[in-house]
């Protein structure tokens, strides 16, 4: 069974510009998650997907970032302009729906903004 | 609101000594916890949960957590340290009504040679 993947691993991009990051659930896993963390910090919820619908988004830090998950497979969050503070590691996992299933994390996204 | 705390974050124990690494959690109804695992430039891994099935919960690589309802607390134990321990641990809650997990900040284990 292969695994969540995201991409890119690293992007390196300047302040004001766009970053769009992918993330591949493993295929069946209706939930699908967002996280952050930004160095030193605790990893944070972004937002909740159930299929292509968002289940929670309470965690989107502004306006800035927009995320999409096109006929409940993978989804994308991009980030518009890129600002410094949005620099961090971006995470993404799926699960089964069902109380405490337990997520599937990707290997993240180091985004960084200069 | 539910929320992990977790003390320390950094611990160093030697080779072969025992392991703890502890949680204690915020909660209004019973939760479901977790400890994950991040090994160097790769995503979580599950190390084990509480679904109150069971308060001691065994998980992979002989990890072990203990559910204490009195003390609020979900301590991870291992009863020797390896080297491949060296990594970094968070504990993590999900509220009883919403399936979002809630991480702590996370306890980088460092093993000592």
């Known amino acids: 069974e292969a695994g969540v993947t995201q991409f890119p691993s690293h992007s390196v991009i300047e302040k004001g510009q766009t970053v769009t990051l992918r993330c591949d659930p493993i295929?069946?896993?209706?939930?699908l998650y967002w996280y952050r963390r930004v160095m030193g910090k605790e990893i944070k919820f972004l937002l909740h997907?159930?299929?292509?619908?968002?289940?929670?988004e309470s965690g989107m830090p502004n306006n800035r970032f927009l995320a999409e998950r096109t006929g409940g497979t993978y989804s994308t969050l991009k980030v518009q302009p890129a600002e410094l503070e949005d620099s961090g590691v971006y995470f993404c996992?799926?699960?089964?729906?069902?109380?405490?299933?337990?997520?599937?994390f990707g290997n993240g996204t180091r985004l960084t903004v200069t | 609101a539910q929320s992990v705390t977790q003390l320390g974050s950094h611990v160093s124990v030697s080779e072969g000594a025992l392991v703890l690494l502890r949680c204690n959690y915020s909660?209004?109804?019973?939760?479901?916890l977790f400890w994950y695992v991040q090994y160097p430039n790769q995503g979580l891994q599950l190390l084990l949960k509480?679904?109150?099935?069971?308060?001691l919960v065994k998980g992979i690589n002989g990890f072990e957590a203990e559910f204490k309802k009195s003390e609020t607390s979900f301590h991870l134990t291992k009863p020797s340290a390896h080297m491949s321990d060296a990594a970094e641990y968070f504990c993590?809650?999900?509220?009883?009504?919403?399936?979002?997990?809630?991480f702590g900040k996370g306890t980088r284990l460092h093993i000592l040679p």
């Open positions: 295929s069946g896993h209706d939930n």
């Open positions: 993590a809650v999900t509220p009883n009504r919403d399936d979002k997990i809630i």
């Open positions: 909660s209004s109804v019973p939760p479901y």
């Open positions: 509480y679904t109150s099935a069971a308060t």
């Open positions: 997907f159930v299929k292509e619908s968002k289940q929670d």
């Open positions: 996992a799926s699960s089964l729906r069902g109380k405490a299933s337990p997520l599937h």
